[in-house]
């Protein structure tokens, strides 16, 4: 266990193991972070750890981003563990690919549990230790939030994460923890194996990694400073 006295960053990310929540790991621990990555399959967790090669910065546990329980006690490991918690990333989500008309209500309530009572969670878990150290929070959106699709819940869910990062923000306003939303347009990753053609449609598209050096710019702001919301597309693409 390291001491209280080291002051080194300590960042949690739910659904870290893959997409843009394992881009944004990979950076952090290059920058010397120390990490949490949270996810349901503790095989694909401890996989990912062994590939980093890590394991004294970086714990893999197994936590459902909807139930408090269990994000509180991923977030009450990490401080045992490291001996605080400087920044938390809302990662986890994922789309069902569908709309009003022709979608299956009940995946939408799977989706609307992951996408933003999730990233509630992480926030009411992990505020008290992020008030102690002054921290941020990292809420990862979508274009699709900022821009409706029609009809589609995904969007619906992800303009919700944006009411949900506001509203974060002005409550936690003068208690030193900052607040962010990263927004980003079509991004090459696993989100895509769940649409019905399973690969990416056609057009511009960033990588995971190009996402998460915008989340790493975001928390690496002085002290004082919060970027409260980041939007970015790839070049060419019009919503």
Known sequence: ??????????????????????ATAKRLLDAGHRLAVTGRDQAKLDAF???????????????????FASIDAAVQ?????????DHVVANA???THDNLADGDPAHWRDMLLVNVLGPAV????????LTESGGRVVMVGSTAGIKNTPGNMYSVTKGALTSLAENTRVLVTGSGVGVTLVAPGRVDTPFWSSHPTGVVPGGPAMTPDQVAE?????????????VNQVVIRPTGQIH
């Open 77 to 85: 490991k990490t401080v045992k563990t490291f001996g605080r918690l």
């Open 49 to 67: 750890a062994a590939e980093q090669g890590a394991e004294k910065r970086l714990l893999a546990l197994a936590a459902d981003t909807t139930d």
């Open 1 to 22: 266990m390291n001491t209280d006295h080291d002051r080194t960053p300590v960042t949690l990310i739910t659904g870290g193991a893959t997409g843009i929540g394992a």
């Open 122 to 129: 992480l926030v009411k878990a992990a505020l008290p230790a």
């Open 93 to 95: 989500g994922f789309s």
């Open 214 to 226: 915008a989340i790493v710019w975001a928390l690496a702001q002085p002290a004082g400073v919060e």
